[in-house]
């Protein structure tokens, strides 16, 4: 995870609430885009992950163009979400691998909030989707836990899936402080997610 050992892991990443009515949280008006500064420090799991998966981790996607928000796009989303939620078992890196900061694939059917994104990140880039509108992304929780989510780039705005419920998301509906996520194009390269929008901007549903 971001910072301390099983208990904080599984406080910041575990599932918590999914019974939420309704998975899509649509907003008033489209949600708009992150705003996003220059290169940023390299999360040391997302680092450690890449030495083990090179391959993933230098891929520069030709089409840099946002997806289309589409009804059958929004389902794909929805399901994705909920399907991988469902499947995966919240356990603490230290309890999986007994150390912390390890970013993997759940193919044990276990993981913590990085595991929970790569796979959804995996899946829709399998059904189709660019990488470059799948983003690992850094947030900071209200209560001022780090936690990661899976930042989706779209025409209508950038939406987040996330492991603690099964709604998909406006970015600025979630509650959370956007830090950092993976740029657009370059797969192992991240940026900073602008200052003047890293501030509390809605509730956590």
């Not at 996330?162 to 996520?181: M, S």
Request: proline share 4%; with cysteine.
């Amino acid at each position: 995870m971001i910072s301390s050992p099983m208990a904080r892991t599984l406080r910041l990443c575990a599932v918590a609430g999914l019974a939420i009515s309704g998975l899509w949280a649509a907003p008033a008006f489209a949600a708009g885009a992150m705003m996003t500064g220059g290169l940023t420090s390299q999360p040391i799991g997302h680092y450690d992950f890449c030495k083990a998966n090179p391959g993933e981790c230098s891929i520069r996607p030709s089409n840099l163009a946002p997806a289309k928000m589409t009804d059958a796009f929004l389902r794909k989303l929805v399901s994705i979400t909920a399907k991988v939620n469902a499947a995966v078992k919240p356990m603490s890196d230290y309890d999986i691998y007994g150390k912390d900061e390890v970013w993997a694939y759940p193919d044990k059917g276990v993981g913590d909030c990085e595991d929970y994104v790569l796979e959804k990140r995996r899946q829709l880039y399998r059904m189709g989707v660019s990488l470059a509108d799948l983003l690992i992304t850094v947030v900071r929780k209200p209560d001022g836990e780090g936690h990661a989510v899976l930042t989706v780039r779209t025409d209508e705005g950038d939406y987040v899936l996330d492991n603690l419920n099964d709604k998909v998301k406006a970015w600025d509906e979630t509650g959370y402080r956007f830090l950092k996520r993976q740029a657009i194009d370059n797969t192992g390269r991240w940026v900073s997610i602008r200052g003047g929008q890293q501030v509390l901007v809605g509730a956590v549903q």
